[in-house]
């Protein structure tokens, strides 16, 4: 048994990190980056890492642990990790399913009201003073009863459809393959989804397969009236594209939790009036983040202990 089997790496709060360090002798590194300062002896005693954060955690960083054999991911989304390279290396990657749909939907939610019922510029009318100068708020848009066209039917995108029913939706889908949902209407393409709804949701998986899925002509045939929300990941759409058309008014607006470049964010975002804006925040409670950090230690433990993985990816 080595005696620092376990490699917290990335950006845990005090919180997560100490739950981590009870449960298993463990060394401290801020990303992939510094993993490769660690003296030879400790490397070679790493046989897990509980790992947080986007920066991309690749092959050559994985090579600095001879021992290794679990990444665990804190989150559902692992595009940060090259699961290939970790294959090819006999490593087990792990991740955070289910656990956090409901909040990631929660926001979608949030974001597609926000964004049509103009609330940033409502709250800021009613407590500046605005209201009394200049009165009501120019009229803003009916989201009930609309239509929603979801990109990734998984299992945030089926949590986000399921709300927007309840909201007496027309539901539209596109997935790689049709599902099992009577009344919803599957479309074999991107395009053809923006073609038949107003606002859509992307909730696709990120990484090198879904990248610019979301096109500029996809984007365009939405239309005048289109509402773009995103809560998958700023590499799923292409984003210069969204900017050049929510400047000019091809579409209405958006409601983004993901960006390129996160945390720095292009600044053509600020600069728009049509736009609702979150810093990545779609699983940030503290009873899905407590989930999250329970089923990734709950990974870390059962390799650690010889178990069968809870929530592999590879
Ligand atoms: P999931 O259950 O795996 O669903 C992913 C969806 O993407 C599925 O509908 C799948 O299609 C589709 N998809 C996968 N690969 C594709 C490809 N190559 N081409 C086209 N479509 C593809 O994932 P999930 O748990 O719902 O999570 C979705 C994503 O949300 C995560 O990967 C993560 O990036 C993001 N996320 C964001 C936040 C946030 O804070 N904003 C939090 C959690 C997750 P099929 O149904 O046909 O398989």
Redesign the pocket.
């Known amino acids: 048994m080595s005696r620092t089997p376990l490699l917290i790496a990335g950006a845990f709060n005090a919180e997560e990190r100490a739950r981590l360090e009870a449960a298993h002798s463990s060394t401290y590194v801020a990303g992939p980056e510094e993993m490769g300062a660690l003296d030879d002896e400790t490397r070679a005693q790493v046989r897990a890492i509980a790992y947080k954060g986007h920066k991309a955690f690749g092959g050559d960083a994985m090579d600095h642990f001879p021992n290794l054999g679990v990444i665990a991911n804190f ?5 940060a990790i090259d699961v290939s390279a970790a294959s090819a290396r006999g490593v087990k990657v792990t ?1 955070t ?2 656990v ?2 409901d ?2 939907a929660d ?1 979608a939610v949030a974001m597609l009201l926000a964004q049509s019922r103009n609330m940033i510029a409502g709250d800021a009318r009613a407590r500046t003073g605005l209201w009394a100068k200049e009165g009501e708020l120019p009229l803003n848009r009916k989201a009930s009863g609309s239509s929603v066209g979801i ?9 986000i459809a399921d709300r927007l029913a309840a909201f007496k939706m027309d539901i539209h ?5 049709e ?1 099992e949902t009577p009344g919803w209407t599957f479309h074999a393409d991107v395009v053809s989804l923006a073609q038949a709804v107003d606002f859509m949701v992307i ?5 090198p ?2 990248e610019n ?1 979301v096109t500029r002509e996809a984007i365009e045939a939405l239309g005048p009236r289109g509402v773009i929300i ?4 700023g590499t ?1 759409i292409d984003e210069g594209a969204m900017l050049d058309a929510l400047e000019n008014g091809t579409i209405a607006g958006a409601g983004l ?2 960006f390129l470049n996160e945390p720095n964010i292009d600044p053509r975002f600020a600069a728009l009036d049509n736009v609702v804006l ?1 810093p ?5 409670t503290v009873e899905t983040r407590r989930a999250m950090a329970m089923l990734q230690l709950d990974n870390v433990t059962a390799h650690l202990e010889g178990k069968d993985l809870v929530t592999p990816v590879n």
């Not at 989150?75 to 595009?79: A, E, L, Q, T």
């Not at 995103?230 to 990941?233: A, G, K, L, Q």
């Not at 990545?280 to 940030?284: D, F, I, L, V």
């Open positions: 989150g559902v989304g692992y595009d991740n399913p289910d956090l749909n909040d990631v926001l990109v990734g039917l998984g299992r945030i995108g089926r949590e889908y596109h997935a790689r393959s599902k909730a696709l998986v990120g990484g397969a879904t899925y995103n809560i998958s990941r799923t939790d993901v979150q990545h925040q779609g699983s940030g």
